[in-house]
């Protein structure tokens, strides 16, 4: 991995001048051994969803699979995509955390059963690279890398929720069909995308965790669908991490955003997270915090060595970010309104989970 180079301010970014040639799937729909070309079928919503429905310009959408007949939905098809990590926060409002895991676990359960009855060739679910977990030592995640024990897991939240998934994808995997994969992309940047990570840029302050330095790597959602593609067109199986070739420092991200950071204490940042989340104000467990101040870089080997390229960078990727972030200002990944924002501004506490803190005297 190597270090890009960052335009400077919030604005948008673009696909590199010249790239229109790159491995990426193609884009033709026939197969590289001349068969019909794949009948596709995207189970999920969101902008990931999105995406990967672009990449395959006559595939049919289905929001889920209803509980009765699954395999109605799947009828004829060739390959199914299940997107369990939509890449949109609001999806994940309403429903405890409990209950959208079980319904989470059923849909993959039902789309698994429902691909095996009718007959797909092969199943690609798009999780994320969280379920392996940040930490200040954090290696750089590899395709075959174990995930942590079941004991080490987060119990609520969205890697609670993928981890789950992956435990079911992991049982149908032992079977000869369908083919499955599972691809573990980065931080997600993209039209709609609205993750904790996302978020985190909304903050006035970008949080840090003394005593660690967090690199940054994302992936655009045009490449995790191009990597989806790509992995059914080449017969990749198993686990495929997914994200842009190179990783941001600190340094460059700040000076890209033109944002100050304010450093914090490990046990000052999770202890107030927990503590906030207890109580209803943090959307999100405290342990999802480590995946904004801790690394968790991926390496793309299999993708990569087999032909796959991403188009975009993680400089264009933070560019794309910053743009899609504009105007909007989250504390600890509770967005608030502008009336809330001026105040924790003059208040100079709006800094992460101290300022969200704040939000919380004034409710």
Same mark, same amino acid.
């Given at each position: 991995?190597?270090?890009?180079?960052?335009?400077?301010?919030?604005?948008?970014?673009?696909?590199?001048?010249?790239?229109?040639? *790159?491995?990426?799937? +193609?884009?033709?729909?026939?197969?590289?051994?001349?068969?019909?070309? %794949?009948?596709? *079928?995207?189970?999920?919503?969101? &902008?990931?969803? /999105?995406?990967?429905?672009?990449?395959?310009? %006559?595939?049919?959408?289905?929001?889920?699979? &209803?509980?009765?007949? &699954?395999?109605?939905?799947?009828?004829?098809?060739?390959?199914?995509?299940?997107?369990? #990590? $939509?890449?949109?926060?609001?999806?994940?409002?309403?429903?405890?955390?409990?209950?959208?895991?079980?319904?989470? =676990?059923?849909?993959?359960?039902?789309?698994?059963?429902?691909?095996?009855? *009718?007959?797909?060739? #092969?199943?690609?679910?798009?999780?994320?690279?969280?379920? #392996?977990?940040?930490?200040?030592?954090? &290696?750089?995640?590899?395709?075959?890398?174990?995930?942590?024990?079941? $004991?080490?897991?987060?119990?609520?939240?969205?890697?609670?929720?993928?981890?789950?998934?992956?435990?079911?994808?992991?049982?149908?995997?032992?079977?000869?069909?369908?083919?499955?994969?599972?691809?573990? !992309?980065?931080?997600?940047?993209?039209? +709609?995308?609205? $993750?904790?990570?996302?978020?985190?840029?909304?903050?006035?302050?970008?949080?840090?965790?003394?005593?660690?330095?967090?690199?940054?790597?994302?992936?655009?959602?045009?490449?995790?669908?191009?990597?989806?593609?790509?992995?059914?067109?080449? +017969?990749? /199986?198993?686990?495929?991490?997914?994200?842009?070739? %190179?990783?941001?420092?600190?340094?460059?991200?700040?000076?890209?955003?033109?944002?100050?950071?304010?450093?914090?204490?490990?046990?000052?940042?999770?202890? /107030?997270?927990?503590?906030? #989340?207890?109580?209803?104000?943090?959307?999100?467990?405290?342990?999802?915090?480590?995946? =904004?101040?801790? !690394?968790?870089?991926?390496?793309?080997?299999?993708?990569?060595?087999? +032909?796959?390229?991403?188009?975009?960078?993680?400089?264009?990727?933070?560019?794309?970010?910053?743009?899609?972030?504009?105007?909007?200002?989250?504390?600890?990944?509770?967005?608030?309104?502008?009336?809330?924002?001026?105040?924790?501004?003059?208040?100079?506490?709006?800094?992460?989970?101290?300022?969200?803190?704040?939000?919380?005297?004034?409710?």
């Amino acid at each position: 991995m190597v270090s890009g180079q960052v335009r400077s301010g919030r604005t948008a970014g673009g696909r590199r001048a010249g790239r229109d040639d *790159v491995t990426d799937g +193609g884009t033709e729909h026939a197969g590289a051994d001349g068969r019909a070309p %794949d009948r596709v *079928v995207v189970v999920g919503t969101g &902008p990931v969803a /999105t995406a990967v429905r672009a990449a395959w310009e %006559d595939a049919r959408a289905v929001d889920e699979l &209803p509980e009765q007949e &699954p395999q109605s939905a799947l009828v004829g098809a060739d390959v199914v995509v299940l997107v369990a #990590h $939509t890449g949109d926060l609001a999806l994940q409002a309403g429903p405890s955390p409990r209950d959208r895991q079980a319904a989470a =676990v059923a849909q993959a359960q039902h789309v698994l059963a429902a691909a095996r009855a *009718v007959g797909v060739r #092969h199943v690609v679910v798009v999780g994320s690279a969280v379920v #392996h977990g940040a930490a200040p030592d954090r &290696p750089v995640v590899h395709d075959r890398d174990p995930l942590p024990r079941s $004991t080490d897991a987060p119990r609520d939240g969205l890697v609670a929720e993928l981890v789950a998934v992956e435990a079911v994808v992991a049982r149908a995997a032992r079977r000869r069909t369908p083919l499955v994969t599972v691809l573990r !992309p980065a931080a997600l940047v993209g039209p +709609g995308v609205d $993750t904790f990570v996302t978020r985190h840029f909304e903050a006035p302050r970008l949080l840090t965790v003394r005593g660690a330095v967090r690199q940054w790597q994302f992936v655009h959602v045009d490449d995790v669908a191009s990597a989806a593609r790509f992995a059914v067109e080449h +017969g990749l /199986t198993g686990a495929l991490t997914v994200g842009a070739i %190179d990783v941001l420092s600190p340094s460059q991200v700040e000076a890209a955003a033109g944002m100050r950071r304010v450093e914090l204490a490990p046990t000052t940042a999770f202890g /107030t997270a927990e503590r906030l #989340h207890r109580v209803g104000v943090l959307p999100a467990p405290a342990s999802e915090l480590a995946f =904004v101040v801790y !690394p968790w870089t991926v390496a793309s080997d299999r993708l990569l060595a087999a +032909g796959w390229t991403p188009r975009w960078s993680s400089p264009e990727c933070l560019d794309v970010l910053l743009e899609g972030v504009q105007g909007r200002v989250a504390v600890a990944g509770r967005r608030v309104g502008s009336r809330d924002a001026a105040a924790l501004g003059a208040a100079g506490a709006a800094v992460a989970l101290i300022g969200t803190a704040a939000v919380w005297r004034q409710a």
